[in-house]
């Protein structure tokens, strides 16, 4: 399984920014995606997952600023993060799990892609 993220850069505050994770070797119909992210100092945290068949789940800190969806014919999935806040600022990373736990526990999710660096200027 290998997971490739990427689309993070430097927003200013507000603005909105849309991150993909290209997975291989396996399909989204047989696994959960998720999305975490890690803030220079904190422990990893999950922002969002969705299931093999479609369900989605947000961190409530988010407030509904942002969406997962995922294109299985594109093996990929995306985060869309709108209203972008300085707090927002970390390395996001996709990760894949065929456990089926449906939540956002770092523990629960097996495969890892290498993170890309969302900066929210404020």
């Known amino acids: 399984v290998q997971l490739q993220a990427s689309g993070g850069g430097l927003v200013q505050a507000g603005g909105s920014l849309r991150l993909s994770c290209v997975v291989s070797?396996?399909?989204?119909?047989?696994?959960?995606v998720g999305w975490f992210r890690q803030a220079p100092g904190k422990a990893r945290e999950g922002v969002s997952c969705?299931?093999?068949?479609?369900?989605?789940i947000h961190a409530d800190a988010l407030e509904g600023r942002f969406t997962t969806t995922a294109d299985i014919a594109k093996n990929t999935v995306y985060l869309q993060m709108n209203n972008l806040k300085p707090k927002d600022t970390a390395v996001y990373y996709c990760?894949?799990?065929?456990?089926?736990?449906?939540?956002?526990?770092?523990?629960?999710?097996?495969?890892w892609g290498q993170g890309t660096l969302v900066t929210v200027s404020s």
């Open positions: 070797g396996v399909s989204l119909k047989n696994y959960d």
């Open positions: 990760a894949a799990s065929d456990r089926m736990a449906t939540d956002l526990a770092v523990y629960e999710y097996p495969y």
């Open positions: 969705i299931t093999h068949y479609g369900i989605t």
